[in-house]
């Protein structure tokens, strides 16, 4: 049970911004929200981590709603190596990852 | 720094044949990880360690066993290989549980 929810697929344009959503409804107050990507026929890599503030490193941007039932991973330019599965998940002290499903990102050139 | 890795990368084996998945980090991490992933689908996790001598199951340790001797290593030994293991097996590793976690390339096992 990932205890996220996510879109199974969304489809961006080559160079425009990409909001991928992702609901965490039962979050508690110390989990954590982690992001992972897969390329493919590759190992999960990650992309970026939040407790409650909004984040960013030189990869993405990780905004999470106030009341933190949902956070939304930013990529600002996508481009085809953006191409890729994302995994939203929610972590509890230091329980291991659990992957659900994830978002298939299609990026068009 | 190598990070994770893994070996083989492709193994092909027959049912009833016993097999071990090595994975290696050279990143002093303390917590170490397997998982599994079938075609389309999530990675499900197999077993973990969070230090040398301690391993505990996870989602789908059946079929499976470990051991964490060093910090370093974190071998998967399959017995009895059934066609149900025919998966993408990958090694992860972290400084902490909550921490980025580092995984490998991979290892592709095909059971006949």
């Known amino acids: 049970d990932a205890k996220t929810t996510q879109p199974n697929s969304m489809e961006s344009n080559e160079e425009e911004p990409v909001h991928l959503p992702c609901n965490h409804s039962?979050?508690?107050?110390?989990?954590?929200i982690h992001w992972y990507r897969q390329l493919p026929s590759q190992g999960p890599e990650y992309v970026i981590h939040g407790l409650t503030s909004n984040v960013n490193n030189r990869m993405a941007s990780l905004a999470i709603a106030e009341d933190r039932k949902s956070s939304t991973l930013i990529l600002h330019r996508a481009t085809l190596r953006d191409a890729a599965v994302y995994y939203c998940?929610?972590?509890?002290?230091?329980?291991?990852?659990?992957f659900g499903k994830g978002t298939r990102l299609s990026v068009i050139a | 720094n190598a990070g994770v890795t893994q070996t083989p990368k492709f193994r092909i084996l027959k049912i009833g044949q016993s097999m071990t998945l090595q994975c290696t980090q050279d990143m002093n991490h303390n917590y170490m990880y397997w998982y599994r992933q079938d075609p389309g689908m999530g990675l499900k996790l197999i077993y973990y360690s969070v230090g040398a001598g301690i391993t505990d199951k996870g989602e789908v340790p059946n079929g499976y066993n470990v051991s964490r001797s060093t910090t370093e290593d974190f071998p998967l030994r399959l017995e009895l290989a059934a066609p149900s293991q025919t998966s993408v097996y990958f090694c992860?590793?972290?400084?902490?549980?909550?921490?980025?976690?580092?995984f490998g390339p991979g290892t592709r096992l095909t059971v006949l």
């Open positions: 998940i929610r972590i509890r002290g230091n329980t291991p990852l659990v």
């Open positions: 039962t979050i508690s107050g110390t989990d954590y």
């Open positions: 992860a590793s972290s400084y902490e549980g909550n921490n980025e976690q580092f």
